[in-house]
């Protein structure tokens, strides 16, 4: 890189910013944007604007690796066609791609010029101030010892003025080791923010207009985090503790494990209204036999017990969760349970997908690789059971009275949108003016993705 010393002056600066993978990686993207402002970097739409672009990667499923490197072709002709004009691009690759595989694409791809993991984006300023002084590449992918939060500046929340909504992550990391997951790899070790930490920043979420938080983790439902007490505190704790901040309404956690889903916090669920009544659980497969292939660390019985008692406490609790067709050694038998267990549950809503071999996992070296026109039609069918259980879901909704928290403008003119409790759209018709409160409204129609309803005291507000 060249021009250097002019790269730093603290004028105005694009930053463009491209996000893929997990809602912690929408959160990261959020705090990078957060470490740079004082720079002199601010979000513009087009990459074409950006002095410098941000790729934030997911190494989760499929061709990561490849995805990137096409993109990151088109990223090359923008800083060619801008040095042409006399503007210096600088790109860096985030996210866990770049954890997984940074060393291969400053090879592959040598026009980038900063490639950090997800543990370092706190040294973001001082890498842009590298890489601008030595004009070569710097790659920052340790697991270092401080943590991140510690170091970075306070979140500016909420990150766009007018919302109502908002991510804290809490914890990061993997212990576990599932057998088909890179995460471990790529976030490193499990490790939980201090309660002080999360607390301050909730609160100015809160003072900032912020109704909702969506509190995240890999293994969220893991959190240990330090109290002020000295003691450590879970997320039950943690839950309760959040819940007294006044303005905040509704709370939601994300993603749990089924093995930390303990009792303390299966009670939060019937002691805080807060906490919303929807709960992602990623079970993976109905089968014992592939759960302990999986290493999962419990059985499906184990999982309905823990549905059950979630349900006990609290009745309008939906579920989500993530399924894998197609781990190493899946029989016809295997699906099966799989499909039962969706049957026994039911779920609101999921994901699935079929099994993708991710290099230096357990799974990826492991014999009775399930062949991928077997992977498909166990896919369509399992979609088409939880396609049914989700639109049963939201077909029950039509007719009941559901507080709606409001978020934003309709898509049609004269509507107003927001989310139902189990994170739903709704759309009604009514003032823009009721955006940032939470109403009832009672649900007249489904729509493919979204509920409409209008409100209920509809002549009140208007
Ligand atoms: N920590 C979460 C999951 C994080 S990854 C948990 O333990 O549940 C999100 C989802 O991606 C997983 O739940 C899993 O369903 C899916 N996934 C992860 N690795 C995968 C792979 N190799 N192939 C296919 N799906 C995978
Ligand atoms: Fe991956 Fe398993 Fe850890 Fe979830 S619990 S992040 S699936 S290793
Ligand atoms: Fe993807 Fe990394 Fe998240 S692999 S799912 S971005 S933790």
Known sequence: ????????????????????????????????????????????????????????????????????????????????ARKEEGAQTIIAVAGCVAQAEGQEILTRAPYVDIVLG??????????????????????????????????????AAPQTPGNYTAFLTIQEGCDKFCSFCVVPYTRGAESS????????????????????????????????????????????????????????????????????????????????????????????????????????????DEYRDIVRRLRDVRPDLALSSDFIVGHPGETDEDFEATMQLVRDVTFAQAYSFKYSPRPGTPAAGAPLQVPEDVKDARLQALQALLRQQQDAFNAALVGQTIPVLFTGEGRKPGQIAGRSPWLQPVHVSGPRHL????????????????????????????
């Open 193 to 300: 923010r201090s309660v002080a930490s999360v607390l301050a920043e909730a609160r100015r979420m809160a003072e900032s207009g912020v109704k909702e938080i969506s509190l995240l983790g890999q293994n969220v439902n893991a959190y240990h985090g330090e109290g002020p007490d000295g003691t450590v505190w879970g997320l039950a704790q943690l839950a309760n503790a959040l819940a007294t901040i006044p303005g905040l309404s509704r709370l939601r956690y994300t993603t749990s494990h089924p093995r930390d889903m303990d009792d303390a916090l299966i009670n939060a669920h019937r002691d805080l209204p807060a906490l919303m009544p929807f709960l992602h659980l990623p079970v993976q497969s109905g089968s014992d036999r592939i759960l302990r292939a999986m290493n999962r660390g419990h059985t499906a």
């Open 435 to 462: 955006i940032g409160q939470e109403l009832p409204v009672r649900i007249t129609e489904r729509l493919t993705n979204s509920l409409g309803g209008t409100l209920v005291e509809e002549t009140v507000y208007a």
């Open 118 to 155: 997800p543990q370092t984006y706190h040294r973001l300023p001082e890498m842009v101030a590298r890489a601008a002084r030595a004009g070569g590449a710097v790659i920052d992918t340790d697991f270092p010892a401080e943590q991140k939060f510690d170091f970075l500046p306070d979140a």
């Open 1 to 80: 890189m060249t021009g250097s010393t002019t790269a730093l002056s603290p004028s105005r600066r694009g930053l463009h910013v491209i996000t893929w993978g997990c809602q912690m990686n929408v959160y990261d993207s959020a705090r990078m944007s957060d470490v740079l402002r004082p720079l002199g970097y601010q979000s513009v739409d087009a990459p074409e604007a950006a002095d410098m672009i941000i790729l934030n990667t997911c190494h989760i499923r499929d061709k990561a690796a490849e995805k990137v490197f096409s993109e990151l072709g088109r990223l090359r002709k923008i800083k060619e």
